[in-house]
């Protein structure tokens, strides 16, 4: 692997993004200074990690940066985005922009709306340079498509970049991008943060918009949110990202999202930490793992948080039984129609053809049970949250695995029996519809990257960003680069 050397805007990529945008905005660093040196180091490292596709014309960013200087020299600002590179995840779609979401039905479309996040971040000042790299759907742990091709670990080309934000994690941790978007229904921010040793929070369902979509009320698990390398920059983009929109009812009403900007330093002396783990061996994870995982745990003891083991009192295989339900319902509603097509079925990667021939054999009575399962569990997870505050697990169970691989058919000699049982560990969180952050946790044995979920209870997206960022300063487990940072 050979690697042109680094340009003159290392130091610019450098910076953290809330540093870039008082450079910009006290015009110490212009936008075009910034945009160029952002392309300079994604011509110069995503020939080697694919994390960026569909990129559009330099010379038509050029311009764009050239407006938001000129709008900055009349003392004009769009917001803590202004000039921002940003390349928004090929899932929903951004107006005059293929949208693929991974897959050849849809490739060469061009969408004519934005959905409500990029909107924002447009809105917001931001320059879309491209868009992040997802897997077929967005299906899967593990980012690649017949489209654009596999995504790959910023720490090592030859692994899994993760998914489905896996274009996004590796062009955050290369400096491809100062910070970026993502989603997460099944751990699609909080596996690529894990395996690129960066930050990926899934907000609280309504924090942030998601869609607009055709279903408005019955979709809660899908959920938009940032990745950043440090904890500021996470909240820089939530405060972009985040509040209510009337076109998705279902979002929150809160305070000014400026709140996410506020001071995150915080006393945790006395915070009481409840680790997960492997859910008492329920989750089977590859050798090495759980101890990276565990040791970390003595970051939060130095902050003053006490952290003690604990089991959820609950029939973990009925809930993954009552996930997949629900998933595969979900993913049907809105994915059939290319199903009934056999032309379009043709093109369908088989993990979106096992899920939508599941939600079409599922009854109206198995989607309730699967509901009511899901409500138990979050009462148990309330009821956890009467003795801690917050608690902790691995964000995944695998180190990042062959990127030739399609998913890990085995953990530690377990066979997983769905394409996507590797990636359980992110189900807790997502079915009780809680904010989790995924926090770098250190490198394992082969010295690869692996990370932790701090997940916090309802709706408590800004404590969960605090405690993250007094355990990243008690950790510096970000602060690891990738070697092809030079």
Known sequence: MSLSPPTPGDDIVALDATALSRAIHARTLSCAEVLDAYLA???????????????????????????????????ESLGPLHGFPQAPKDIMPVAGMVTTRGSPIFQGQVSRTDAVVFERMRRGGAIFVGRSNSPEFGLGGHTYNPVYGTTRNAFDPARSAGGSSGGAGVAVALR?????DGSDMMGSLRTPAAFNNVYGLRTSFGCVPHGPTDELFFQQFSVAGPMARNIPDLALLLSVLAGFDPRLPLTRRQDDPAVFT????????????????????????EPGLLATCTQTLRHFETLGCTVDPVRPDFDLEALWRAWIDLRSFTFTGANAPLYEDPAQRALLKPEAVWEIERGLRLSGQEVYHAARTRSAWYQALRGLFERFDFLVM????????????????????RAMDTYHRWMQAVVPATMAGLPALAAPAGFGPGGLPAGIQIIGPAQADWAVLQVGHAYDQASACARVASPLLG
């Not at 491809?176 to 970026?180: K, N, S, T, V």
């Open 41 to 75: 180091q994604i011509d110069r490292l995503n020939p080697v990690v694919n994390a960026l596709v569909a990129r559009p014309d330099p010379e038509a960013l050029r311009l764009q940066a050239a407006a938001c200087d000129e709008r900055l020299a009349r003392g």
């Open 176 to 180: 491809m991008l100062p910070l970026a």
């Open 262 to 285: 506020q001071r995150l330093a915080r006393d945790f002396r006395g915070t009481r930490i409840g680790w997960l783990g492997d859910l008492g061996g329920h989750l089977p994870t």
């Open 394 to 413: 691995p964000a995944a169970q695998v180190f990042p695995f062959d990127a030739d691989l399609d998913w890990p058919h085995a953990i530690d000699g």
